[in-house]
């Protein structure tokens, strides 16, 4: 299947605005160019460096956007109609221009080209103490016996190498200690809940918004040797859909959402609908600046804030569920 590339320019204060957008129409993964962060790099690193790859060029003079990928199907065609609308909104409510041009450039990607790029930046890596990420088409060395995670995230987020990812496997190298039963809201290539269960958790819920997603999953979860029966995964949104939520259940021991700050706040009041008492909850893909709000609004639903962690911008949060709501 072929895709579209979709490019929406804006600026660095617009970013969260975008992209909390994004997750409204149901589009989970996206990545963004800041060209703030690019002349910060380059007027920080001139005494460390003296050549800038090509692909580099004229990165600053793009602006700041936000790009992301939609399927060339119905689906994908209902999620450009919906961001369009929901962009020309905030462009109109944006009357100090603050969240820059808010334009739509798409282009066409086959799927054989995108992945032959990309696959040659994502290499094998450790995480923690437990857990070795291994892209599927490589093999590599593993003297210290860690639980190998074979990863084809596709057109999913979720190889494991944005700082976001990588912190929530941080955390469920520390917190699984075998049995867990798991739920992982908004899943992508389903790399944490493969994760959980590699590291010994019994079963696993995945769940997203995306439909491709959740085929993904499922498919990295098999090519892992996990079992059929200690996984299923289903699509939709769980802040809108009644059905959903009551198919994904209840009673579990640890809780996983590696999204943005917006779609965690508004998925706050629901986190608890799924847990055991004293279970876990584990947030990530909060920018730092964020932390302390998405950390105070999941408080005010029966949870106590146990660890957090920051990598290169962004934090991951660890609660624990006392059901006791202030």
Known sequence: MDWKKVSVSTSAEGIDAVTGILLLCDISGF??????DFIDFVNTGKARFDYIDDCLSGYETR??????YLPQNKQGENQEKELRE????????????AMGRLEIVTETVCEEDWADNWKRYFKPFTVGSRLLICPSWEKTENPDKRAVLEIDPG???GTGQHESTRLCLKF????????EKVLDLGCGSGILAIGALLLGASSAVMTDIDENAVCVAAKNALKNGLKPDSFCSFSGNITQDAELREKIGAGFDLVTANIVSDVLIAMAPYFGSFMKKNGTLIVSGIITERADEVAEEIAKHGFSEQE???DGGWAAISFEYANQKI
């Open 86 to 97: 929901k962009l020309s909104g905030l462009k109109a409510r944006d009357e100090k221009d």
């Open 63 to 68: 602006g700041t956007r936000v790009i992301f």
């Open 31 to 36: 990545e963004i160019e800041d060209a703030g």
């Open 172 to 179: 469920l190298d520390e917190t699984v200690s075998g049995g």
């Open 308 to 310: 957090r962690l920051l």
């Open 155 to 157: 057109s999913c987020f």
